[in-house]
């Protein structure tokens, strides 16, 4: 499988094409419009209101990537495969429930609550739509959590930070949007609101994603890095927090499309003695991840999973090193290529 993605400009909007060469699932009919164009040197849309944010989230939709495109670069769109969860953390001040680890956080998800979410169609924009009202995230969602997690310094003393966090289960998620939305063709946006119906309500909106057209054929690979306690970005991965809903651990993982191939075996050994008797050997695996054209933003948040204590490669843990160069020269967008190793065994030999 391999998914294209054109564009053209009609007056001051541009309508950016998705299409698949080998799939059926997206055709030159499936557009996601994105609204004002401006030209630009290779910039983007940072949201500054939020807390923290791994370059996903925008304080506007026409922020995304896919409206601020340099002359050479292609629209991008985040893959995700049918049935697989999404997860997603914010640490918004919460005026409602407090920061008080003793507090009773009534506020959770969902209408009512401090924090809801919906979806969007790439298409058109409209909301996915249960008896005429938009959707709330919470229908599809595994765990929800709304409270406060600990941030212990140098010297001991903690203090209790806000956090909200929600798992998705993808699968009734795909059928919804395709059902409601058949020319979407699977490609949605995701908005999350806080102070949810007070007069100081406010959203943030995702890049947008797509549903893999073809999740059998081997062309992604997802990418996870396991903290022990905050990443670079200060996304919180312990399971101490304190509030309203089920705790569970945040897991950062990241679909990419391009390819993930073994290049060597590699024998480490070290010998004694004048006849070099062998004491140890280790035998590796290297490979190398090729990426298509992927966004800085994207770039920065791969290198964050790799900068991380556990890398895991469609579930397989290796180790990682090293630059993750850009490779392009032309335009914003980058093809990096991360090598790899895995440790197939490690043998000491006894003298005998």
Do not use: H
């Not at 058109?124 to 997690?149: C, K, M, R, W």
């Not at 908005?191 to 992604?220: A, D, Q, R």
């Not at 948040?301 to 890398?311: G, P, Q, R, T």
């Amino acid at each position: 499988m391999s998914v294209y993605f054109d564009s053209y400009q009609l007056g001051n909007e541009v309508f950016c094409d998705v299409s698949s060469t080998t799939c059926e699932l997206a055709d030159s009919s499936s557009r996601i419009v994105c609204g004002q164009i401006e030209i630009i040197q290779c910039g983007g849309g940072i949201c500054d209101n939020a807390v923290v944010n791994n370059g996903l989230v925008l304080c506007e939709c026409d922020d995304s990537w896919n409206c601020n495109l340099c002359g050479n670069d292609l629209p991008y769109f985040n893959i995700v495969n049918p049935g697989e969860s999404m997860f997603f953390q914010f640490q918004q001040i919460d005026s409602l429930n407090g920061n008080d680890p003793n507090g009773s956080f009534t506020y959770g998800w969902g209408s009512g609550g401090f924090v809801d979410g919906y979806i969007k169609d790439c298409c058109n924009g409209q909301y996915l739509e249960s008896g005429g009202n938009p959707v709330s995230i919470t229908d599809y969602a595994i765990n929800t959590f709304v409270g406060v997690f600990p941030i212990t310094d140098y010297s001991g003393n903690t203090t209790w930070k806000n956090i909200q966090m929600i798992q998705i289960d993808t699968t009734q998620l795909y059928i919804d949007l395709l059902t409601q939305f058949p020319n979407g063709k699977g490609c949605f946006v995701l908005e999350f609101c806080f102070n949810v119906g007070l007069p100081t309500e406010y959203c943030f909106c995702s890049e947008p994603y797509i549903f893999n057209p073809c999740p059998l054929e081997k062309t992604t690979i997802l990418l996870e890095g396991v903290y022990p306690d905050r990443d670079c970005f200060s996304y919180y991965y312990g399971t101490q927090q304190v509030g309203n809903g089920n705790i569970f651990a945040f897991q950062n993982k990241y679909r990419v499309e391009g390819a993930f191939e073994q290049t060597s075996f590699e024998i480490t050994k070290e010998f004694v003695g004048t006849k070099l008797k062998t004491t140890t050997s280790q035998l590796n695996e290297n490979w190398i991840l090729k990426t298509n054209r992927i966004p800085q933003r994207v770039a920065k948040l791969i290198a964050n999973l790799m900068n991380a204590e556990n890398v895991f490669v469609d579930g397989i843990e290796y180790v990682v090193d090293g630059e993750i160069p850009k490779n392009n020269e032309v335009g914003n967008q980058w093809f990096i290529d991360v090598s790899f190793r895995k440790v197939d065994c490690s043998k000491t030999y006894s003298c005998k």
